[in-house]
């Protein structure tokens, strides 16, 4: 018979596919949002701009006519006028911009990446001297930023940690007088005590929305603001969008100067570090998310491929499903996964052989803990007292004779 036409070879994974499926979709999904915030406040803001203009347009005339002025002349003095408000000059008495403080605020909004723009340079050496000062001190204030976030994670994971001793202690599985060794109490010992990173969204939540609330208290009652306009500020300044319409501490003179402008700056610092970790947390499950909507799509588009795949033993995206009912996913200092290797293998990406000759490098007694720990789910809930006479427990025959070795070594 006739031969058909050549069947086309089995399909290997193309490198970097599921990082580049995921970079488009979140660039689409990006531009759709964009479109959908612009509709949105296009229809809010749009008839009360039109509005505004219309009585601007009203009250130029009629000021022109009543005193005499053409308009040519009235609008060079408006401009005048707003190169003055860009050089910091308000009619209202205000603080001065460049003295030390007022210097120390500017800074602050630099290198958080603020910009409030009520104060900005006018010098050439001023403006070119801000080019090398932010450079390095943004990065610094990310870096900052960022350990934060893992001072946070170490803090919730010592708090679960000591939670659970309590509990083990009341249930008797520890001794009233057991404590921590030097060893146990270092942070290698709270590898697996990791939190969700659902805890550490819910708690950032709680956090900056309380953070807020404290903050916006503040202002009503010393900048004159209403609590909406306050709360406002609060996020335009802590998420560092600061747009400058609403900036604190600008006025001359304050009652209780002093503590109020100290309680700024704790509110600030606090509220910007706490929302940047929030949206670094944040940005972790859209990950998942993306990640999960590829699998659909793969599943659907491509079966072929997709058994291939599990075939090779390709680790995927996390799904919402089967993987998240298994353990929760925890984060990492840097607000990744458990560790740099595990956030690959999530990724789709597979593991080098720097790192597997790396991993032989353990010693075969960590080995037995990591495989026992993944076996029953960690944290086990181990009788101490077999840790007390040097047999720890294994895997499989070698558990069975290590716990009939515990027993005997208690029994003389």
């Known amino acids: 018979g006739k031969a058909g036409p050549p069947r086309p070879g089995p399909s290997l994974p193309r490198p970097g596919a599921p990082d580049n499926g995921r970079f488009l979709l979140l660039a689409a999904l990006i531009a759709a949002y964009l479109s959908a915030g612009a509709t949105v406040f296009s229809a809010l803001e749009s008839p009360s701009e039109a509005a505004a203009q219309l009585r601007w347009n009203r009250t130029l005339h009629n000021f022109s006519r009543i005193f005499n002025i053409s308009l040519p002349e009235l609008r060079a003095f408006l401009r005048s006028y707003e190169a003055a408000m860009a050089a910091g000059i308000r009619v209202d008495a205000l603080r001065p911009r460049w ?38 001190g943004c990065a610094g204030t990310i870096l900052f930023f960022n350990l934060f976030l893992e001072r946070i994670i170490s803090l919730l994971a010592f708090i679960m940690k000591a939670c659970h001793e309590r509990q083990l202690r009341r249930s008797g599985l520890l001794p009233p007088n057991f404590r921590r060794g030097p060893a146990v109490s270092g942070v290698g010992s709270l590898v697996g005590w990791k939190p969700s990173v659902y805890h550490v ?35 335009v300044t802590f998420s560092t969008i600061g747009f400058g319409d609403l900036v604190s501490s600008q006025n001359a003179a304050y009652q209780n100067q002093g503590l109020y402008r100290l309680g700024n700056f704790i509110f600030i610092l606090m509220g910007v570090c706490c929302i940047y970790s929030l949206f670094n947390v944040i940005s972790i499950v859209i ?5 999960w909507v590829l699998k659909k799509f793969e599943c659907r588009c491509c079966p072929k491929c997709h058994k291939s795949s599990a075939r090779l033993g390709r680790r995927n995206a996390i799904t919402p499903g089967a993987r998240l009912r298994r353990h929760n996913i925890s984060v990492d200092a840097d607000g990744q996964y458990d560790s740099d290797t595990e956030g690959r293998r999530l990724s789709g990406e597979m593991i080098s052989m720097r790192e597997l000759t790396a991993s032989n490098k353990v010693s075969l007694a960590i080995l037995q803990k990591q495989l026992s720990e993944t076996a029953n789910g960690y944290p086990r809930n181990v009788c101490i007292n077999t840790r007390q006479n040097g047999f720890s427990a294994g895997v499989g025959a070698l558990a069975i004779m290590n716990n009939r070795l515990a027993e005997t070594s208690d029994s003389r």
């Open 287 to 291: 990950k998942q998310v993306l990640n």
């Open 201 to 235: 969204m819910l708690i950032l939540g709680i956090f900056a929305i309380t953070l807020s609330c404290c903050a916006s208290a503040m202002y009503t009652a010393v900048e004159g603001w209403n609590y909406i306009d306050s709360l406002y500020y609060c996020f």
């Open 99 to 136: 003295d030390f403080p007022g210097a120390f605020y500017f800074v602050g909004t630099v290198v958080s990446t603020i910009g409030f723009g009520m104060t900005t340079p006018a010098t050439v050496a001023g403006k070119v001297f801000l080019i090398v000062y932010g450079l390095f």
